[in-house]
């Protein structure tokens, strides 16, 4: 076990096809994969509770098709780099739930998900609509006060959760969302 290991840099290391077993580096704070342009998703790394540690994660120029379901156990994660990762499927994700994360703006990628039809709480202030797709939005206890302007651009909108916030008023123009 690698207790003491805090950063692992295998940058350039194009005859990596397989990850290591990272679980027995608690302690592993950055690990950097850039370039590891033979590593794919099926060999990529299963994450587990024990790498609560893990601060960056560098994947960018890899094969990865896809990220693992785990990746979500990576609680103190503050870098995430998918640059180049040209074999990443994301622009089928049809559902994006972000609840009880400390996340209020979506990630920048967000309008290229052409397929969303379900996100949950992030905070529609910051959405940049082209999200033409999206069916179902859920801002459930945002604290929010009004209802942001940019909501009447998701024309597709089916489903609007907005329960358990401070409004003052409901904007008229959600009449323009004829899907819901």
Same mark, same amino acid.
């Given at each position: 076990?690698?207790?003491?290991?805090?950063?692992?840099?295998?940058?350039?290391?194009?005859?990596?096809?397989?990850?290591?077993?990272?679980?027995?580096s608690?302690?592993?704070?950055?690990?950097?994969?850039?370039?590891?342009?033979?590593?794919?998703?099926?060999?990529?790394?299963?994450?587990?509770?024990?790498?609560?540690?893990?601060?960056?994660?560098?994947?960018?120029?890899?094969?990865?098709?896809?990220?693992?379901?785990?990746?979500?156990?990576?609680?103190?994660?503050?870098l995430?780099?998918?640059?180049?990762?040209?074999?990443?499927?994301?622009?089928?994700?049809?559902?994006?739930?972000?609840?009880?994360?400390?996340?209020?703006?979506?990630?920048?990628?967000?309008?290229?998900?052409? =397929? +969303?039809? !379900?996100?949950?709480?992030?905070?529609?202030?910051?959405?940049?609509?082209? &999200?033409? #797709? $999206? @069916? /179902? *939005? =859920? +801002?459930? !206890?945002y604290?929010?006060?009004?209802?942001?302007?940019?909501?009447?651009? &998701?024309? #597709? $909108? @089916? /489903? *609007?959760d +907005?329960?358990?916030?401070?409004?003052?008023?409901?904007?008229?123009?959600?009449?323009? &969302?004829?899907? $819901?």
């Amino acid at each position: 076990p690698l207790y003491k290991l805090k950063v692992l840099n295998l940058k350039g290391s194009d005859n990596l096809i397989k990850a290591l077993d990272f679980t027995t580096s608690p302690n592993l704070e950055i690990l950097v994969l850039e370039g590891c342009t033979r590593l794919v998703a099926k060999s990529f790394l299963e994450i587990d509770g024990k790498m609560e540690c893990l601060l960056m994660l560098y994947l960018d120029g890899t094969s990865i098709e896809q990220l693992p379901s785990s990746i979500g156990y990576l609680s103190n994660l503050v870098l995430l780099n998918l640059k180049d990762c040209r074999n990443l499927q994301l622009e089928f994700l049809e559902e994006l739930d972000l609840s009880k994360t400390t996340i209020r703006k979506p990630p920048s990628f967000i309008s290229q998900l052409k =397929n +969303l039809k !379900d996100l949950s709480s992030v905070s529609a202030r910051d959405l940049h609509l082209s &999200l033409g #797709s $999206l @069916k /179902e *939005l =859920n +801002l459930r !206890d945002y604290n929010l006060f009004d209802i942001p302007n940019d909501i009447c651009c &998701l024309y #597709s $909108l @089916k /489903e *609007l959760d +907005l329960s358990s916030n401070n409004f003052i008023s409901i904007l008229s123009s959600l009449t323009r &969302l004829s899907q $819901l």
